[in-house]
């Protein structure tokens, strides 16, 4: 019985040899992080007839790469002064090719209760420049990518 257990453990070794070294070899692929970038064009209400307060983001995808680039969908959070204010996904992406921009509209929804916490800190607070953040999550279509997270920060100052 022990030399049975012994003889399972190297068959269940060799078994498990070419899967670590497959996952190895693997790990590396698909980490290019600056592989897009994504930009926020503009925002704006949707158009008239939609009954609830959505809103368009229009972003442009751009390939920074000579390997085209296929997305099944993209998900943004734009942020003002740290509460999530708008939220939207956009499915069914078209391919970006190498080195190449493509715009993309996707449409969003406002969180009310955030709007109101905003506006709740901003009426205390005198304050004439805000923090913004956009960030999104790109899926690829092929299963051995991961999903990208992009982040864009910064400050909108008023000239109040």
């Known amino acids: 019985m022990g030399l049975f257990r012994m003889g399972a453990f190297r068959w269940i070794r060799w078994l498990l040899l070419p899967v670590i070294i497959f996952n190895l070899s693997c790990s590396g692929m698909g980490r290019h992080e600056d592989a897009v970038d994504v930009q926020l064009v503009s925002l704006g209400k949707s158009p008239p007839g939609v009954q609830d307060q959505t809103f368009t983001l229009l972003l442009r995808m751009t390939n920074l ?92 100052k008023l000239g109040l």
């Open 65 to 156: 790469t000579d390997k085209p680039l296929d997305f099944k969908g993209i998900v943004c959070d734009l942020e003002l002064e740290g509460y999530r204010l708008v939220r939207g996904v956009q499915g069914a992406i078209r391919p970006l090719e190498p080195y190449s921009s493509v715009d993309v509209e996707v449409k969003a929804s406002i969180s009310l209760m955030n709007s109101l916490r905003l506006f709740n800190a901003l009426a205390t607070q005198n304050k004439n420049e805000f923090t913004y953040r956009l960030r999104t999550r790109l899926d690829p279509t092929s299963f051995w990518q991961r999903s990208r997270h992009l982040e864009q920060s910064g400050s909108i």
